[in-house]
């Protein structure tokens, strides 16, 4: 893959979230990132792309048929799961196994309920066939495909009506032969109709796991085909004809191709950006230990960096419906600016996970809103400025924010609009800190050891307090955080995870097992960067292994590096690392006991350009932009306000204060200080007693 800096030397990275899509434009000329907002168009979010796009050349002064490559994050198949907007699907199991669904793993979450919820099942029974075949667990054939009953299958799914299908065969992982066989009879006989593979989307034991993961991945197909296909449609205009790549869940980026085929791997798309942000940060700042959260209209989102290192499972959840494929480890709850606040029938003072999105949005926007929000309860108490909001690009409206928070919040309540407004804020930080409380203690973490990234359109307002609620003492505001997740993704890189369960004991005896299984995991590693045109030397295959205790229930994901051909010793090194691992997460190891490997995986890397960026000009204004009033501890006060972007080393921050950007604002509270710091990020420190 050439770079195209010369020719189109501008690369645009875009996350498009529920409220706002954001970008962040680098021109190789000059080297500068910039940002730059606009609304979501929730009917179609290509509309909204190309708006942003159109705006920023307008703002930053470049041509359309300038931008080279195009990153995109998207959550089209996110929102697709979860408003149910799915086509219409088979799936085809083995006869017998029709129902894995709907038994899944016998799980209740609440436990003394008398009526609990059903797990949702996507495809109801009389769309789900058995195959006549089977495949045992070690590869070999039991019951050979009877192909002599393909036809009539084909005729009921034709009844049915189908869209799209699912082929989830037992054992598929280990020998794919009969779902290939049966894959092309479908082609052959319907090339119209999308066909997902078990052994190509995850090929991994657990037939619930891999059933649900295909099954998600079929019923996404079209949906995430329109879009693209409206996405490629309006490529054409003004000459913008960039090289478009998608944001995984994994935190790379894959081609168009790949996005078409198997849409499951942008479940978690936008989000990934900021962890890779995240990551990316954690070198230039020298924290290793970040927790990473981002603020947006309608989510929080935490992410962890340890050691250096952004957190990947192998396992994830959508709306309860488990998906087997590689993805950035986060937790999202519902909180964010546009999360509404209300009283509810027994006089208690709720906030989200309901949010107002872009439209009509917060009260404070004008749009018709009437419910109050986080960002009217913040716009209230003179945390925002109604003038300032991004940037000036957008007026605040204050009389009907505090009309609202009084009728909505302060009048049932029997509060002010400031005690309404603090009481939102409260009950949302509470929120914020539980969520960063459970992601740090499910891995044996103290949050005494870390640093909180702020990032997010709304992220700023809460930091300071979140951390001292936590006992964390430092906060790091990075530059341009409202499209951080945005700024992560333009240093993506093209990213394949491949698996290969195999389950055996990790010791010397499983050499030969291992070898092979590594050999045809990097062979096919590297055909699909050469597929996805890669030049060898940007080519890089790392590796990685699912590890238990025999006995267990459950895998461990222990990275083994670049590793081609292990020995005894390696073999040894990875079971040290597994038991260090466990000692971690668990609190105790079993070196004596033995461990397996179950899952062999080969993460595929392909490089792609990425011009480093450099610092954006002096602004020649005064850092202090003057005073505000603010409601702060108990009464209004005069607080000063400074300009993020006049900022300079020498400058100190004390609190209460508040720094403003054109995308953020942050409050910095009472008893912290804060100063610039590497790479332009704003570093607040909190003297501890």
């Not at 989510?299 to 192998?314: C, L, N």
């Not at 937790?331 to 999360?339: D, E, K, L, P, V």
């Not at 081609?564 to 040894?572: K, L, R, S, V, W």
Request: overall charge negative; aromatic content about 4%.
């Amino acid at each position: 893959m050439s770079s195209t800096e010369t020719i189109r030397p501008v690369r645009i990275a875009v996350d498009i979230g529920g409220t706002f899509t954001d970008l962040q434009i680098l021109d190789a000329r000059h080297g500068i990132a910039r940002a730059w907002k606009t609304p979501t168009t929730p009917e179609d979010p290509s509309i909204g792309l190309l708006r942003g796009v159109t705006e920023a050349a307008e703002r930053f002064g470049f041509a359309l048929s300038e931008v080279g490559l195009l990153l995109h994050g998207t959550t089209i198949a996110t929102n697709a799961v979860l408003e149910r907007k799915l086509a219409r699907g088979v799936l085809l199991t083995t006869a017998g196994f029709e129902d894995v669904l709907e038994i899944n793993r016998h799980v209740r979450r609440d436990i003394y309920g008398l009526a609990p919820d059903p797990f949702p099942t996507l495809i109801p029974r009389d769309r789900r066939l058995g195959v006549p075949e089977r495949m045992r667990a070690d590869g070999t054939a039991e019951i050979a495909l009877d192909e002599a009953a393909i036809p009539a299958l084909l005729d009921s799914i034709a009844a049915l009506g189908a869209d799209c299908v699912a082929v989830s065969l037992l054992h598929a992982y280990a020998n794919p032969a009969h779902e290939q066989r049966l894959a092309a009879m479908l082609r052959a006989a319907r090339p119209d109709l999308p066909v997902s593979l078990s052994s190509e989307i995850s090929p991994e034991i657990r037939e619930y796991e891999r059933s649900s993961t295909t099954v998600l991945n079929a019923l996404l197909v079209p949906v995430v085909k329109a879009y693209l296909d409206r996405l490629e449609a309006r490529l054409g205009e003004g000459g913008f004809q960039p090289l478009v790549f998608l944001v995984q869940s994994n935190g790379g980026v894959c081609s168009l191709r790949m996005a078409a085929e198997q849409p499951a791997r942008l479940l978690l798309s936008g989000p990934s950006g900021g962890a890779l942000a995240a990551g990316r940060l954690a070198g230039l700042l020298s924290r290793p230990n970040l927790v990473a959260v981002d603020m947006g209209g309608t989510s929080f989102d935490v992410s962890v960096v340890q050691d250096g290192r952004v957190a990947v499972i192998t396992q994830g959840e959508i709306d309860r419906l488990p998906v087997r494929l590689p993805m950035v480890e986060m937790r999202t709850i519902g909180a964010g600016g546009g999360s509404i606040a209300a009283v509810d029938a027994g006089g208690r003072l709720t906030v989200g996970p309901r949010s107002a999105g872009a439209r009509p949005g917060p009260v404070s926007y004008g749009r018709g809103g009437t419910e109050p929000t986080v960002t009217d309860a913040n716009l209230a108490l003179g945390r925002l400025d109604p003038e300032f909001f991004l940037g000036g690009m957008m007026k605040l409206d204050m009389p009907a924010t505090r009309a609202a928070l009084e009728a909505r919040v302060g009048g049932p309540l029997g509060l002010g609009v400031e005690q309404a407004a603090e009481g939102i804020l409260t009950v949302t930080n509470a929120s914020l800190g539980a969520a960063i409380r459970l992601s740090l203690f499910e891995k044996g973490l103290d949050p005494r050891d870390f640093c909180l990234l702020s990032f997010g359109g709304a992220g700023g307002l809460h930091a300071t307090e979140v951390a001292a609620e936590l006992g964390i003492t430092e906060v790091a505001f990075p530059r341009e955080p409202g499209t951080l997740s945005a700024y992560g993704i333009l240093f993506s890189d093209l990213t394949q995870d491949i698996a290969r369960s195999r389950v055996m004991r990790a010791e010397a005896a499983s050499l030969p097992r291992i070898l092979e299984t590594l050999a045809a995991l990097r062979a096919e590693a590297d055909a699909r960067l050469a597929q996805d045109g890669i030049a060898p030397e940007r080519r890089r295959i790392s590796i990685a292994a699912d590890m238990r205790y025999h006995g267990q229930a459950f895998e461990l994901l222990i990275p083994w590096g670049e590793i081609a051909a292990p020995d005894a010793e390696d073999i040894a090194a990875l079971v040290e690392a597994f038991h260090a691992t466990h000692r971690q997460r668990f609190s105790y190891a079993n070196p004596g006991d033995p461990v397996e490997i179950v899952t062999l995986r080969a993460i595929a890397t392909g490089l792609l350009d990425k011009p480093e960026p450099g610092d954006p000009p002096p602004v020649d204004r005064p850092a202090r932009k003057g005073m505000r009033r603010v409601f702060e501890s108990g009464a209004w006060r005069d607080i000063p306000v400074w300009d993020r972007e006049a900022m300079a080393a020498a400058d100190t921050i004390e609190g209460p204060a508040i720094v403003e950007e054109a995308f953020a604002t942050h409050w910095i509270t009472r008893g912290w200080t804060a100063r610039l710091g590497a790479a332009g990020t704003l570093m607040a420190r909190r003297e501890t007693p």
